[in-house]
């Protein structure tokens, strides 16, 4: 079930993706796609861990943390630490504002990698588990069309 966003996150949204100079309405259908507008989304991803963050050695708390995706955006947590999120508990990343300035600088990192293509960049995001991924946040750009 699609929950509507509130107005001040929506707002947040915006003025986020604004300094991060991005679509607002992409952020939009991200954020949308990615936790339906909950900020206390998370999702566990073994093969995550399995792939990119068991190896590191880390304590065992901090290796789930970052093989869980978080908030807004669902920022995987090694992501989040990858692009400077240095805060004591990844479960921040519940905060909208810290979901929404860590996943746009993910996401501006990711255009950047793809030379603006967006299908890739969106690929990129998602890790390409999803072929269909880029055109299902595409499909949601038209709901957030003039925020």
Known sequence: M????SPALLALARD???RHELDVSLVCAIVEQESQWNPW???????FRMRYVTRLGLAPTEEIARSMSW??????GQVAREHGFTGDFLAQLCD???ALETGCAVLKSKI???AGNL???LSFWNGGSNTAYSQEVMARLPHYAGS
Do not use: F, H, N
């Open 41 to 47: 989304a998370i999702r566990y991803e073994p093969a």
């Open 96 to 98: 909208p504002g810290q």
């Open 119 to 121: 299908d890739d960049a």
């Open 2 to 5: 699609l929950t509507s966003p």
């Open 16 to 18: 986020t993706a604004s």
């Open 71 to 76: 908030g807004l955006m669902q920022v995987m």
């Open 112 to 114: 950047t990698a793809a």
